[in-house]
């Protein structure tokens, strides 16, 4: 996938809240083996009710199980600071 549809992707997810847009960056981020980042589209995906299936969860679930509780709320906290700039 381009810059220019990654952007893409992200400004629908987070400006115009596009589930489906959402879903797309976290299938990228389970292709390329990202971890933070898949947990934080993951849960952007989650905040916009997209429609997630069972490969997502198990790996948001694995890479979850490998982080320190320290990170994962670091993760977590990042997801959040995310979804509250498009809901504030």
């Known amino acids: 996938m381009s810059r220019a549809q990654t ?3 992200l400004r629908r997810a987070y400006e115009s809240g596009d589930g489906r847009a959402a879903v797309a960056l976290l299938d990228q981020s389970i292709a390329l083996g ?5 947990l934080i589209r993951y849960l952007q995906a989650q905040h916009l009710d997209a ?3 069972a ?3 198990d790996y948001v679930r694995d890479v979850a ?9 670091r993760v977590v906290g990042e ?4 979804a509250g700039r498009r809901d504030g």
């Open 65 to 73: 199980a490998r982080m320190s509780p320290a990170t994962l709320a």
């Open 79 to 82: 997801a959040r600071a995310r």
């Open 7 to 9: 952007s893409e992707l």
């Open 55 to 57: 490969r997502h969860h």
């Open 34 to 38: 990202h971890r933070k980042i898949a």
């Open 51 to 53: 429609p997630l299936d």
